[in-house]
């Protein structure tokens, strides 16, 4: 069992810059791939990014590639999300989701493929 609990949201000028947290419990945090998704009114969940446990590989959705920066800290059980040049549409919700166990990279950018998510914590960019 894994829980999440993101922090680090807030509002923000368009141009600004924010990071998120994501604090997980349990032991074999370093055993999870970790995901960031978010959600804006109206729309889906989607993919942002993704880091596999190892921190060998990363993942990022076009809409945030070079601007957003995933990490983490196996020995903070804690993942990152660092967001530079904002832009209001990416105003949403954001997610972090924990993946145990083996996995294809496409999988990583599939909201049903996780296992454990996070309450999420919004983050409003105006402009």
């Known amino acids: 069992q894994v829980q999440l609990v993101e922090s680090g949201g807030g509002l923000v000028q368009a141009g600004g810059s924010l990071r998120l947290s994501c604090a997980a419990s349990?032991?074999?945090?370093?055993?999870?791939?970790m995901g960031w998704f978010r959600q804006a009114p109206g729309k889906e969940r989607e993919f942002v990014a993704a880091?596999?446990?190892?921190?060998?590989?990363?993942y990022y959705a076009d809409s945030v590639k070079g601007r957003f920066t995933i990490s983490r800290d196996n020995a903070k059980n804690t993942v990152y999300l660092q967001m530079n040049s904002l832009k209001p549409e990416d105003t949403a919700v954001y997610y972090c989701?924990?993946?145990?166990?083996?996995?294809?990279?496409?999988?990583?950018?599939?909201?049903?493929?996780?296992?454990?998510w996070g309450q999420g914590t919004q983050v409003t960019v105006s402009s």
């Open positions: 349990g032991r074999t945090f370093s055993r999870y791939a």
């Open positions: 880091i596999s446990w190892r921190i060998i590989n990363t």
């Open positions: 989701a924990a993946k145990y166990g083996t996995y294809d990279a496409d999988d990583l950018v599939k909201t049903g493929k996780y296992d454990y």
